[in-house]
């Protein structure tokens, strides 16, 4: 009797794992989830569709090069002497619309990023008669001395 019902767990065991294994494979073989894929899918639309109204935005906000003016001056502050280029554009009103002031041989990005808030909406004379800008009054007085130079 012992040995009777150890073969026939060992048989029931057997026949266990065949089912499992078959099942697997029958897995296997389906399709995947498809409502998953249709989510995916949607995430994937939403995300490119957002990327794409973001690069339109982009162009949009980008200056005109046509009527971009630069201006280099060059200032020593305590590191080192600075490059400075600031690129801006006036509306119709002689309003600074847009601005970009970069260096080529030290961070100004702080600075741009300031002038950006600060300058926007104000006159090349109003913007060369400002105190500072993000706390750098060197970079400041450099940058008024170079708007006072293309208003004279």
Do not use: H, W
């Amino acid at each position: 009797m012992k040995y009777f019902a150890i073969v026939m767990l060992t048989v029931l065991l057997a026949s266990c794992s065949l089912q499992s294994e078959d099942k697997k494979d029958t897995v296997k073989d389906e399709p995947q989830n498809s409502t998953v894929d249709t989510e995916l899918e949607s995430m994937m639309n939403d995300t490119i569709k957002e990327m794409e109204d973001g690069m339109d935005e982009m162009k949009d906000s980008e200056m005109d090069e046509s009527k971009i003016e630069i201006l280099s001056y060059t200032y020593a502050n305590d590191a080192q002497e600075v490059n400075m280029d600031i690129a801006y554009e006036l509306d119709t009103e002689g309003k600074i619309s847009s601005i970009s002031i970069l260096s080529d041989n030290y961070d100004l990005s702080a600075f741009n990023t300031g002038s950006q808030k600060v300058l926007i909406g104000k006159t090349l004379t109003e913007a060369s008669n400002i105190d500072t800008i993000s706390g750098s009054s060197l970079t400041t007085e450099a940058f008024k001395e170079a708007i006072k130079s293309k208003i004279k």
